[in-house]
């Protein structure tokens, strides 16, 4: 059964920082792209990074971009999102999720972990 | 960035009648290296994640039950509940990945009437 369980969330000061970590079972971890994507309370889903198998490739949305940074350790099945200079409309639900390499499409998230900043 | 535009904002339905949500993107999401459409359907219920229902616009995920359909290409989308059950409720996402960032609709909520 695959797995997602996203760690580390919690409450953060503007200007501080966060690493969040997921950590992936049930699938062969080193095939597959992963992506994060985060949900402001009772508001919609926006994507926030997404990196590739190798962890050679990223890509992120222009209000994280050179703020957060997406890593992966393929030895340990885990996905990181280092997040820094946090600010009140980074709050959110964070989500990891799974590319699905047949589709392509986002096919497994896990249940998320909340990131509130804060003063 | 490519805009998805989702209606209604909400929906409410009798029990056993149809459900059917749109969604248009700002550009076309239709690969022609292999003619699909990169469009994917998301339900999510009070307090869980999303759970992918449809992609490449009209193929049903494993598991998911036949009276959830999607339609269209292009730039034009639909998905269909043709028989709504209580089980249903909740807010239906459209969302491209033909390129990043992927982006989402707004969001359907799906309501019982």
């Known amino acids: 059964e695959v797995q997602l369980v996203e760690s580390g969330g919690g409450l953060v000061q503007p200007g501080g920082s966060l690493r969040l970590s997921c950590a992936a079972s049930g699938f062969n971890f080193t095939n597959y792209w992963m992506h994060w994507v985060r949900q402001a309370p009772g508001k919609g889903l926006v994507w926030v990074s997404r990196i590739d198998s190798a962890g050679k490739s990223t890509s992120y949305a222009d209000s994280v971009k050179g703020r957060f940074t997406i890593s992966r350790d393929n030895a340990k099945n885990t996905l990181y999102l280092q997040m820094n200079g946090l600010r009140a409309e980074d709050s959110a639900l964070y989500y990891c999720?799974?590319?699905?390499?047949?589709?392509?499409?986002?096919?497994?998230w896990g249940r998320g972990t909340l990131v509130t900043v804060s003063s | 960035d490519i805009v998805m535009t989702q209606s209604p904002d909400s929906l409410a339905v009798s029990l056993g009648e149809r459900a059917t949500i749109n969604c248009k993107s700002s550009?076309?999401?239709?690969?022609?290296?292999?003619?699909?459409?990169?469009l994917a359907w998301y339900q999510q219920k009070p307090g869980q994640p999303p759970k992918l229902l449809i992609y490449?616009?009209?193929t049903r995920e494993s598991g998911v039950p036949d009276r959830f359909s999607g339609s269209g290409s292009g730039t034009d989308f639909s998905l269909t509940i043709s028989s709504l059950q209580a089980d249903d409720v909740a807010v239906y996402y459209c969302q491209q990945y033909f390129t990043t960032p992927l982006t989402f609709g707004g969001g359907t909520k799906v309501e019982i009437k």
């Open positions: 490449w616009a009209s």
């Open positions: 999720a799974r590319y699905n390499i047949g589709h392509h499409a986002v096919d497994y």
């Open positions: 550009q076309s999401i239709l690969y022609s290296s292999n003619n699909k459409d990169y």
